[in-house]
């Protein structure tokens, strides 16, 4: 193992996110055979005195205050990009044109336009790149798909998806970035949303064709944020219009005429992350939900459903980690992610979830916002 | 007790719905102390020799062949009708001009326009009326519905509910009447999807503006069954058309602003009668699923959810029951239905829900079916 | 149906046991196609005026006020014993010399002496007699057996019982006769240890060899009952001594190797009705809880458990009920039982559980006593 | 934090508990703000091949084939064990004796006497010492116990916890040193039931004053292990003697009169790692499986169960880590021990729990040992 190449990382941004994809690239080459070890090498924000305590405390080796230095630098040679969403498309550009692998953070961007300004860089470019949507890396998440590529559901009849949360409910909560349409894009349908739209379409293998949908805004407007960096942000007085969806309801079909139902929403009172999927086909049934993301629910048809504890050896991902019922949390699926992403650039394949998965996830998003305001009309995807 | 004054029933159909509906004749004077001893008189169906089979195993005293005797009788004050919804207003308006109490079998009709002539015919007529949309007096329903009213989940923001069957998953499942649209008026919507429709403003007191709706219809032509009958019905080599629907999704918003989903199906494998419901209010949260019918999910904001074992003597029903944690099945929900219908014929109260409870219902499935063909369209119900 | 034989039943005891067995009795024959016909014929009870009232609420045809006269009708000839067991033994053997058929309310007796003098009289008489364990009939529980016999589970290694309730926490609440060593034997070891008990030996079809037990009585003494007679009995100022156990806990060995542990116990708060068994075999494992009582759980080895829903037509008593997915109750078991009753003493079989299979429960609470006054020693149950 | 106190730590062992300490060795200071930086100084194993791979993938700087030499090193001035239970004592005398910190995998040693000589060493060594409980930092374990110091469950009636495994169930499962008596000490019963003991006592505050107990060891021969290093082991022809117990169940008295159950088997066919705890109280109940450790169930008395997601910023630990719903794994648990230990290395308070409370876990086991030798009779822990 010591003699595998190591490979240089810069990631920007250090909030929730690049906290967790710092603890991904730390363990990842304790548990998983990596043909490259990655070496944190950069880590980029914008303020120096915050950058440089991050970097301690997270274990990055050196600090960039502007992100194009980050990119322009030769010890970095995979970029991870854990800004909000309204930056992604200028980094990620960037730093494909400088030759870098990409890994982006989800949604891909904030629009159609620049997620396919996105995919035309990676196209071009001779690194590789990836969204990441990590749910896909949940365990029981890619058992699922395992099950429906063996065919153990059969024909696929209805995916039925929410993502659940309540950190919104009280309306003093104050209106942090993820509020706020310029920064975020969208509200809970990008935020949350994307993560549904994108795990059925990965564990079906089909794509949605078209959607119905309804969004809403239960809180108009709320304190603002003496500082909008992080869900934890104080209210102060002044207040500020909530320019996102609290929530956003869809139905559609999936190219091979399953229906699907999809809600997201952040005032499910009592829901704390419950992304949760299920699906029925004509020969069984999968079903699980992020809190207990542990277990995969299959039902074999006829029959009730058995409760799967995905920490087998044998289950995707889980052979690097513990005995059997010693699970994992919300961290490994990021790890697991990081690990594939190596894997990829090791080997030239392709990485998956690649930025045209993200483009189509966007489109999706964006099909139900013109849905939405063209009085639930069908709206089709590709569109 | 003794000295209560006996009133007599005849109740038309012994099919499922007819068993069910007797057990609860039978049962509910021995456990709630009722105003009027119910007598079960006569029973009706086509068959002479079928009825007079059903009646002596279900306990009624007398048979008629045509349901029109039996609304004439005059040892009959209360007509139980259990028949298909073909048949539900002409004999439901049959019976009120003949000054009969009425309760119907859900859905109320297979029509708006016959929902229409039941609900003037109600108006106008001495008799009592009532829809049996049984699953109101499922406790944790109706503790549900006294929660909303006591403000424990506040301003409600979501309403998510499915009623997901298996039972015609096979191909090769015959073609019963409820696959038939000239007897069903529809399928999974009018069959189960009615009754989400029903528990949802029920819970809420809230009503359904509009909906968006696709339908589905997944196996077209089905064996044509040598005996339409019943569930059980064999299959024989003819095939016919399917001319309901398998599955119908929507998505709409309620009265006061809360959003709204539907799901009903016969397509999802593993799920045996999982008619659930979700309320996520500004305070808290509600949830039950019909396979734990014992059970109501409550969060009272902030925390998680209580698993409420819905058989306290305080609980609605509950007391005339058994101890704590000797739960009820199916057929009590039909007993806690009479013994309400029983009550309000004898204090001259109106019985709920109300026979325009029942055409509210069927409004919002006739929405369903135009807005579905209308490309899921925003419809509102009331136009 | 018409031309069944009637068979005149008398029933002891209009209290919580007696509402139920009438429930039962009225209910039987419109589920299940029965070689005889019961007539409710006779009700008995100490006091002329509440027996009236209660023979005329249940559905029975006459009264009387001394068993002893029942038990000569030539109108019954079942008799079903529903009193406290300190009566048990007398009645039975009474109605067994005058050639009555018997069932008789678990446990069978409240010292082993009885139960051995109503074993033999079961021995010499002509009439069928049957000890009324009603959760050998919770469908889920019959179907464990039925896994058990089918050799799905293997060699058995484990067994894991448990009764948990929790309605005498408050220690206000008063002294009724189920805390009266003189009526009730013991407390929560006979009450519901002795149902666990039952289960245990007859999924697994083995018997407890040897018991080591601890039993307390966490609150010495409690308000004397104003009236004894029900759960529901209001306290006075007077307090007297509480002279069963208020909980037991005893582990064992089953005859063919497997460990055992039971407890039960009235002081588990949050518990209204958790009679729990699980199973683990050498292929497989069992899990229930009544309080779930629809659902049994299966690992079939190597994987999860699976939730079966145990409504579908081929379980065992629910063919002749709903449809997939409609639960049943708690009286239920009591229909079942006897239906297995009457089918008996049709055909001449003998019913299942015998007064020997009572006597041996019996034995085991006897074992239970007498290791837990002897410092838990390891007691064999034959002893 | 770049100017915290460096510290020096030495590992020995680097099986499956070596793996999950050195994720958190890694883990801890990007999460929790310390008073220590740990440093991975040094990693001891008998194979120089095997122990520099070790090193190289799990990130220690430095290896020594030889646990004497490492306890010597200037630079390590923490001294983890993560060997087997036969090598506790001596290895930890000898690094308290040589000054260093000591954390020792649990159980504490494989007698009693070697516990105490571990204990008298503790006492006069100016080194901390610890004994790795890791389950008493699982959050919901921790808020259990805070719960119980609240008095929210009021005073204890009973305690309920269970450990469940599968992995020795095929009796073709080799022989691994976990099944034999001179490395491992014991069976279910040290490995597991060690567990539950400790979290009984953690989380009630009290202690075992007795036992009665039944052992068993289901399968007496199995396969040698080719290599028995491992749980994953592969099975030669040669057969040899499981020396012990496959299966441990006792029953008890807790200081303050609770009545307590206790079950560790590997023989629970379909439970993976159902570490398992109820507590029942006068005022409510609390209970938690290890399968879902992101909950703890809590219930308040008079009502059901709540279901707790054990991930908001005030649980104990969570703080540090995810949002709400965002779950940890089993090696969280690590990472929160080595942070209190660091802690209470810094601070000079004494980590918990001690060498006396791994002490206390011995004696109980060994009472078990002896109730199970001497026909269960009620033992002493304190004899």
Request: hydrophobic share 45%; aromatic share 8%.
């Amino acid at each position: 193992m010591s003699d595998r190449t190591t490979i240089g990382v810069g990631m920007i941004g250090y909030a929730f996110m690049g906290r967790v994809h710092s603890q991904a690239w730390r363990s990842v080459g304790a548990f998983f055979d990596l043909p490259l070890a990655p070496r944190m090498a950069v880590l980029a924000g914008r303020s120096k005195e915050r950058t440089e305590a991050a970097a301690a405390q997270l274990g990055w080796a050196d600090i960039e205050t502007d992100w194009r230095e980050l990119v322009k630098r030769d010890d970095v040679q995979i970029v991870d990009i854990c800004t909000p969403g309204d930056s992604h498309a200028e980094i990620a550009i960037a730093a494909l044109q400088a030759g870098k692998h990409v890994i982006c953070e989800k949604p891909l961007a904030n629009t159609v336009a620049e997620a396919e300004a996105m995919v035309a860089a990676a196209a071009g470019a001779p690194g590789k790149s990836m969204v990441a949507f990590n749910y896909r890396r949940v365990p029981a998440i890619a058992l699922a798909r395992r099950y429906v590529e063996e065919g153990r559901i059969g024909e696929i009849r209805h995916v039925r998806a929410q993502y659940l949360q309540d950190w919104i409910v009280d309306p003093e909560f104050p209106l942090v970035w993820r509020l706020q349409k310029d920064k975020a894009g969208s509200g809970a349908l990008g935020d949350i949303g994307a993560h549904i739209v994108d795990a059925a379409q990965f564990i079906t293998g089909q794509h949605l064709l078209g959607v119905s949908a309804l969004t809403e805004t239960f809180v108009k407007e709320r304190p603002l944020a003496a500082e909008s960096a992080g869900l934890g942000a104080t209210a102060s007085d002044a207040k500020g219009e909530v320019t996102v969806d609290d929530a956003a309801l869809f139905i559609g079909r999936m190219s091979d005429g399953a229906l699907a139902s999809f809600e997201a929403t952040r005032f499910a009172n009592g829901r704390k992350n419950a992304m949760r999927i299920e699906l029925n086909g004509s020969r069984g049934s999968l079903a699980f939900d992020f809190e207990a993301m542990n277990e995969l629910w299959f039902s074999a048809g006829g029959g009730g459903f058995e409760r799967i504890l995905v920490t087998e050896p044998d289950h995707p991902y889980v052979g690097a980690w513990w005995p059997p019922g010693h699970g994992l949390g919300y961290e490994h699926t990021f790890t697991h992610e990081i690990k594939d992403f190596l894997e990829a650039v090791a080997t030239g394949a392709d990485p998956s979830p690649s930025f045209a998965d993200g483009l189509r996830v966007q489109r999706v998003l964006e099909a139900v916002e013109r849905s939405a305001a063209d009085g639930s009309r069908y709206t089709n995807v590709e569109d």
